[in-house]
């Protein structure tokens, strides 16, 4: 059960529809596939969806620490995972999707070995998870449509993008909302909004009755001041997204009372400060939610589970894989609308 050998490959995605956030366009995703192969043959899979944006990763770098990570965990049982996930911590701050692939793959491969589905090393608290299914920046027009089509197909959840512009964000929730009636809402601004306008906006959704459930990172990342300010005003739950990579962020958000829920992506923190996050929250009663990058089914599978296996997630955002083009679906999971079942 050693690891003998790790390869990367790059794995590039179209986009079914361009995918447009605060800031942010985007019609192709470049992927990292990532291999531990052990010296039985057995293979563990994981992905990397690096992020400039988030992260400060650039994917011709991310290839350069082929070699090292091999040689950092070369030898290695995949019994001993821990061992892994210690030397992949210190990739936190310069590859932390890296770091996420290579947990997953270790954590894959064992799998494998051992018979056990990875959701059930993680603790198997559950064997279903519900996801919502994103709504990018568009026109009015076409943000209602997609609404309506996403919400038909029963997605009770939607994920509603918003943070360019306040007036024309406040018309189209409105119009949403009455189009689909019975939904739910995540309203992601992805930094957007002055803490002012954030208030703003969440006052505005609270007095027209939008049943909104997690108001996602509506201002600057590095603000936590600004955050808690804009979580004590708003009458709506405040969530951190791109505020949190590490598990110290995620304990100074905490520490300071400066959000409702975390946004846990393993893109941006790994598995073992996911981990780690979790307990964190738990222990101070804070909200969790998992979301995701540009990860394909590959990717999605890693998030889907942990959020099975640890049970530990009010909301899942686990809907990339549903926005690119796959020539064939390989997570361990089938999905029927919003409900994922573990395989």
């Known amino acids: 059960m050693k690891i003998s050998d790790v390869k990367f490959e790059l794995k590039r995605y179209e986009y079914y529809e361009t995918f447009h956030i605060t800031g942010s366009s985007r019609n192709v995703a470049e992927n990292i596939e990532v291999k531990v192969f052990l010296d039985d043959g057995t293979e563990g899979i994981g992905e990397a969806s690096p992020s400039y944006r988030v992260n400060g990763e650039i994917i011709s770098s991310l290839f350069s620490l082929e070699s090292t990570v091999k040689e950092m965990i070369k030898g290695i049982d995949v019994r001993d995972y821990a061992k892994v996930f210690k030397i992949m911590d210190g990739l936190s701050k310069s590859a932390p999707s890296i770091k996420a692939a290579i947990q997953y793959a270790t954590l894959d491969a064992l799998s494998i070995e051992i018979g056990l589905p990875v959701y059930k090393?993680?603790?198997?608290?559950?064997?279903?998870?519900?996801?919502?299914?994103?709504?990018?920046?568009?026109?009015?027009?076409?943000?209602?449509?997609?609404?309506i089509e996403t919400f038909s197909q029963g997605f009770h959840t939607l994920k509603i993008k918003v943070g360019e512009s306040l007036k024309e964000d406040m018309e189209k929730i409105l119009a949403i909302s009455e189009a689909t009636k019975g939904a739910e809402y995540v309203i992601d601004a992805n930094q957007g909004y002055s803490p002012k306008e954030a208030i703003q906006f969440a006052n505005f959704l609270y007095e027209n009755k939008v049943n909104v459930k997690i108001f996602?990172?509506?201002?600057?990342?590095?603000?936590?001041?600004?955050?808690k300010f804009v979580r004590e005003a708003s009458p709506i739950s405040i969530a951190a997204d791109e505020s949190v990579r590490t598990k110290y962020d995620a304990y100074r958000l905490i520490k300071d009372d400066c959000v409702d829920f975390i946004n846990i992506k393993l893109m941006k923190s790994g598995i073992s400060d996911a981990l780690a996050i979790i307990e964190m929250a738990k222990t101070a009663n804070v909200g969790l939610m998992i979301g995701c990058m540009s990860e394909s089914s590959v990717g999605i599978n890693q998030s889907v589970h942990i959020a099975a296996g640890t049970g530990a997630f009010a909301h899942c955002d686990l809907d990339s894989h549903m926005l690119i083009k796959e020539e064939k679906f390989r997570g361990k999971f089938v999905q029927k609308g919003s409900t994922i079942n573990l395989l």
């Not at 996602?216 to 955050?227: A, K, R, S, V």
């Open 121 to 147: 090393i993680f603790g198997g608290s559950k064997d279903t998870i519900e996801t919502d299914k994103t709504i990018s920046i568009d026109t009015l027009e076409r943000m209602v449509q997609k609404s």
């Open 216 to 227: 996602e990172q509506p201002i600057i990342w590095n603000d936590f001041e600004g955050l």
